[in-house]
């Protein structure tokens, strides 16, 4: 092959021409930069909703707190309709709340099942003591 730059021959794999100097490999920067990093920003993607925790409000709502899972069905219900008319805030912002009211549910499900806890503890304590004092 002949240089570009000078026209003088040199070896087909020469990186370097033998006369001026130049740079004999091919020019890879301008067209190798396409596709790639055009993917993938701010976490959703445009074709899928967000989570809605459905599941978690529905649960909570059953076994305890119905207010607070109430919100957290109605929120998560609104996640994919939100989605689907183009409001992609407001179906992040809903499922965020759906979490949140779940995630309260749940808690104060806990503590109420601690606080029944103690409660028959401290009831049983009392009842055997009372029979023992008997
Ligand atoms: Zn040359």
């Known amino acids: 092959m002949y240089c570009k730059k000078c026209g003088a021959e040199v070896a087909d794999n020469a990186v370097v021409c033998g006369n001026c100097g130049a740079s004999l490999l091919r020019d890879s920067s301008s067209a190798n930069n396409q ?3 055009a993917y993938g920003q701010g976490g959703y993607s ?3 909703p ?3 925790y459905l599941v978690w409000a529905i649960l909570t709502t059953i076994f305890c707190c119905l207010p607070f899972g109430i919100v957290s069905i109605v929120n998560a219900a609104s ?6 008319s183009g409001d992609v805030q407001g179906a992040l912002r809903a499922s965020a709340n759906a979490k949140k009211w779940a995630i309260a549910a749940a808690i104060s ?8 806890f103690f409660f028959a503890v401290m ?7 009372g029979f023992g004092g008997l």
């Open 35 to 37: 596709g790639g990093a």
């Open 46 to 48: 445009q074709n899928f």
């Open 50 to 52: 967000p989570p809605s």
């Open 79 to 84: 996640v994919e309709s939100r989605f689907r």
């Open 109 to 116: 499900w806990a503590v109420i099942l601690v606080i029944y």
């Open 123 to 129: 009831v049983g304590v009392a009842g055997i003591a």
